[in-house]
């Protein structure tokens, strides 16, 4: 006797019709036709079962802060961090947990169950990272957040960083951060990753930094950061946010970095809808789009995982908690538009960013947490088009959000009386 059972249900991989038994808040068996009793049986109707989307980059304490003080006029990346240096001395504990915790009940209803968050460490208050610790706690029964100390002003250039960077990860905070393309030179950027690769190392935590977010083609630091990974022995557990600058770079140079970074097994984190806003502000035209070189990447073997970055803050006014409408400007920014393509566009917004984050039980297989999203789209390239209704999110087998079919009434003569997007998925292409 199961707790619940999905019956027909279409899986990210294009296996379609499969039913999935669930016992005790874990995946118990999945295979078609499956014939025990369960105390509650759902018809999936053909559509598709993920698990959770996963956020592998945000800003949880800068969330839903847009307006505050002011708005970002011209729109780029340094005047974002400007602001935000006006906002942070205001800001209260209260304050970050009550946005932090609202837009989690927004996550959750868009199936997004695990984020990793940076949490700026700049401000020696350290109130932010009091206040996201916290806010771990609150959401754990829901939602798995992973907490980065990061030195939103620079590891060196903010006299008071690398001390209250310690003290957040000796607080709780999970992993090790950093931003060395906004050092006051090079060579500090450079000094930067080989210092927060060490604490990393002595303390057996993973390192994920803000890396070359710039037009730059000269930001090169993701290069010392791959050979700081290998130097300390910290392969497959390094990641490096943005690497926008590999879009400029030179071709040749690009040769030679890739291959080095799949080496040091480095994962790669762009954050399409940000950076597509954020970088080429200095260029007339041609603009350059400032995002990764993501197709060349996932050819090396390295893993890619998309994140939101900002939802209505200080860099970005859009932003909804939806990791399809991250996949849905990636697919478009890097023409990545075969089915395939879409398949893999869908696991860098599920299983890569699982594995970035190393989420255990993460996933659709027999053992795994019953951690599961029902959408209103049959298979992974229609929901990456529609980005639809999430109808049902399990947490453990227990139905934590739902919504209705988007279902609209249409009053023509002679046509259907409704329309349902899902509907109109191509029969024959795949
Ligand atoms: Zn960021």
Partial sequence: MFDLLIRNANLPDGTAGVDIAVKDGKIAEVAPG??????????????????????????????????????????????????????????TKEALIDR???????????????????????????VTAEALLEVREIVAPYIDLQLVAFPQDGFYRCPEAAEALVRALDMGVDIV????????????????????????????????????????????????????TVR?????????????????????????????????????????LINIMLQGRHDTYPKRRGLTRIPELLEAGITVGFGQDCVLDPWYSMGSGDLLDVAHMALHATQLGSGEDKKQLFQMVTTNSAKIMGLEGYGLAKGCNADLVLLQ???????????????????RGKLVSETAPEVSRLSLAGRPGTVNPADYAPQHAT
């Fill in 100 to 126: 932090a915790v609202r837009y989690c009940d927004l996550a959750v209803s868009k199936g997004l169950l695990a984020v990793r968050s940076h949490v700026d460490v700049s401000d020696p208050r350290l």
């Fill in 177 to 228: 951060g950093g931003i060395p393309h906004f050092e006051r030179t090079m060579e500090d950027g450079a000094r930067s990753v080989e210092a927060l690769c060490r604490i990393a190392a002595d303390r057996g935590l993973r390192v994920d930094m803000h890396c070359d977010e710039t037009d730059d083609p000269l930001s090169r630091h993701v290069e010392t950061l791959a050979a700081q």
């Fill in 232 to 272: 300390f022995g910290l392969q497959g557990r390094v990641a490096g946010s943005h690497l926008t600058s590999m879009h400029s770079m030179d071709n040749y140079y690009v040769s030679k970095l890739i291959p080095l970074m799949a080496e040091a097994e480095l994962a790669a984190i762009p954050n399409p």
């Fill in 34 to 91: 499956i014939t025990a009793e369960a105390g509650e049986v759902i018809d999936a109707e053909g559509q598709l079962i993920t698990p959770p989307f996963v956020d592998p980059h945000f800003h949880m304490d800068a969330t839903l802060s847009l307006g505050l003080p002011r708005m970002n006029i011209s729109g780029t990346l340094l005047e974002g961090i400007s602001l935000w240096g006006e906002l942070r001395p205001t800001l």
């Fill in 377 to 395: 789209a049959r298979d992974a390239a229609e929901a990456i088009r529609l980005r639809p209704n999430r109808l049902k999110v399990w947490r």
